[in-house]
């Protein structure tokens, strides 16, 4: 803020001198071509009057102070800028990827940042990173942190600069807080708190020009840290809000909710959608014989090779006990019966501690067409689908025409 208000009195003092400058060359000038005609009285009056007009009467004064704006505060005024529509973008993105990710081309178009880093931390206590740029993408996958620096962070509170620092501490005192950042090249480390709590760090290596970063950069992103740890807060708690605990999939109650979304956006633009309700079979049968414990590992297995298979913007959901639900916005009824086969063959194929699961699934569609459809029908559709292929046998997809 002291940094902010000194740059605002710079450029207000340098267009003031400037329109000095200006008012007395103007004067001067307007004095010698009056001062013959009308004498130095009236030629001082005629040409104070005409300074008077150019500099109070017309747009000359602030378009003198804008153009000063713009050199002196440029930085500030982009920076306010990023920092508002930040904060406009973190409070209504809810995916925690979606939204750090956003924050990482964010800072990078801003700073024009060689890499950047968000690590978040993970369930093991470990940071994880989470999103990045300008790093190999296998280093990313596999880089982790769990001490130095981060106790480093949660003891300081502060910026960590590399090249302060490693410059401020013996050698072995700079090595035990850095550690391994070399490999990510960090120059600049931003803590992410939320709460007291350290959620994550941010990362940024050198700038792409070489430039040094200055203080205008550390208050964008010690800003865009602390935004991003509420956001990433609030998505977090938005998550387990819409997230069933056994399998990590969508809960019945959310699925409700986008299918009626997706069946509305279906009928508005004439796409087809599809439904799928997946049941596994035999499921009494093994928590009667392996355990409830075993059972719901068979559930969160099954989940999860699901999940790595559907393809992005389909929804997957747990509909209740052993039952399962997919949409597929802009799916036809033969692409549906291609995607059930293949979770029915993925799945026939698996083995959960020895033990052999299938599945058994009805499809229903709507075509995009009729104007009476609701999901209400939709879902009654897929469980008579589902009904029917339980009947003839289980292990098998039945389609609702």
Request: net charge neutral.
């Amino acid at each position: 803020m002291i940094l902010f208000d000194i740059q605002i009195v710079i450029s207000r003092t340098l267009t003031v001198i400037f329109l000095l400058i200006g008012a007395i060359g103007t004067h001067v000038g307007l004095f010698k071509f009056f001062e013959p005609v009308t004498g130095s009285i009236a030629a001082i009056l005629l040409s104070l009057s005409v300074i008077a007009w150019i500099f109070f009467k017309t747009p000359a004064r602030k378009t003198l102070q804008a153009a000063m704006n713009d050199i002196i505060l440029r930085d500030k005024y982009g920076y306010q800028e990023i920092l508002r529509e930040s904060a406009k973008a973190v409070t209504t993105i809810l995916d925690p990827d979606e939204l750090l990710n956003y924050l990482v081309n964010t800072i990078r178009k801003s700073l024009k940042a060689g890499n950047i880093c968000i690590f978040i931390r993970g369930e093991d206590g470990r940071y994880h990173i989470r999103s990045s740029c300008g790093i190999n993408k296998k280093t990313a996958s596999n880089f982790k942190i769990d001490n130095g620096i981060i106790s480093w962070l949660i003891l300081t509170k502060q910026i960590f600069v590399r090249e302060e620092q490693e410059l401020s501490r013996d050698p072995e005192g700079f090595k035990a807080i850095y550690q391994d950042l070399g490999a990510i090249d960090a120059e600049i480390i931003i803590p992410m708190f939320y709460k007291g709590d350290l959620l994550g760090i941010l990362t940024l290596g050198y700038k792409g020009s070489k430039d040094m970063y200055v203080q205008s950069d550390m208050d964008i992103l010690e800003a865009l840290a602390g935004q991003a740890a509420i956001a990433i807060e609030n998505a977090r708690l938005s998550e387990e809000a819409i997230t069933d605990g056994l399998t990590g999939l969508y809960c019945h109650k959310y699925f409700q909710i986008r299918l009626h979304e997706e069946l509305e956006r279906a009928r508005r633009y004439g796409h087809p959608l599809s439904l799928l309700m997946i049941d596994v079979d035999y499921f009494k049968m093994v928590n009667d014989e392996h355990g409830h414990l075993a059972g719901d590992k068979v559930l969160r297995e099954v989940a999860r090779a699901w999940k790595e298979k559907i393809r992005l913007g389909d929804i997957l959901a747990r509909y209740g006990g052993e039952e399962f639900a997919l949409i597929l916005p802009e799916t036809s009824a033969p692409d549906a019966l291609k995607i059930a086969e293949n979770l029915r063959a993925l799945t026939e194929g698996k083995r959960v501690d020895g033990i052999r699961i299938t599945i058994s699934i009805g499809i229903s569609f709507f075509d995009g067409k009729k104007s009476d459809f609701d999901r209400g029908w939709l879902i009654r559709c897929a469980d008579k689908a589902l009904y029917r292929s339980k009947n003839k046998g289980r292990n098998r997809i039945e389609l609702v025409n």
